[in-house]
């Protein structure tokens, strides 16, 4: 059983402040004050037997990067902010908001709120049809496959995202979630915007995708795929029941 559980972040700006920063898809604004306010609360969260590192995703002793895949994301839904915890990730985001239910001081210029999504508790688990997913801003490809799908054929490129769509569901969120699905299937339905962006993260340039797939597989919404996973790339939706 996987438990998901997503509170939306509303920024309130003082008059005068420029907006364009919250506008972006870079959340790292978000992960930073809700960092900040668990530092408030660092004392009582680590009693109450909260992991603090799955908020930042390092390992507070020697800083480094947990394992792959992070149990909270941090994501922009096209100007809707987000916070979704995953398993632990989500008893760690309740048990913070929790003291913020009403309005909070954040910063010179901003005060923030979080307000509750939604809940969610599903297994992952093989379909007998096609389930269909939208994901947003996935950022597929590494140096390597960068340049196999650049001198790619159209349905190569496909075919190329279809497996690396693949291999992340299966290496990524399925290994370190410790779900077994016997022989997923997956398929592209269609690439959105077909002028395809490039996009900036930890100082590397990602081409990014938006795409409609079919899995026979049942994923909750909010889970992410690909790079940068903490900070909403690659998070999937579902499309239908």
Known sequence: MIKLL???????????????PYLKTNTEWIRDIVNQLMMRHHQHLVKAGIETSLFHNHDETLNHTLPPYPRIIYQNN??????????????????LFGFYQQPVVAGKNLMISFEPYQKQETDIVKTEGMMMYAIHNYLALDAKTHKQYAHA?????????????????????????????????????????????????????????????????LLPSFVALGNGKAFGYGVIERINN
């Open 6 to 20: 997503t509170y939306q972040v509303n920024p309130y700006l003082l008059l005068g402040e420029a907006a364009e």
């Open 153 to 217: 054929t159209a349905i190569e490129k496909l075919y190329l995202l279809r497996d690396t769509l693949l291999k992340h569901l299966i290496g990524d969120l399925f290994r370190y979630l410790q779900v077994e699905v016997d022989e997923p299937q997956l398929e592209i339905i269609e690439m959105l915007n077909n002028e395809q962006r490039k996009m900036t993260y930890k100082n590397h340039h990602y081409l990014a995708f938006n795409l409609v797939f079919g899995a026979n597989v």
């Open 78 to 95: 096209n100007g809707v902010f987000m916070v979704t915890g995953i398993n632990k990730g989500a008893d760690a985001i309740k048990e």
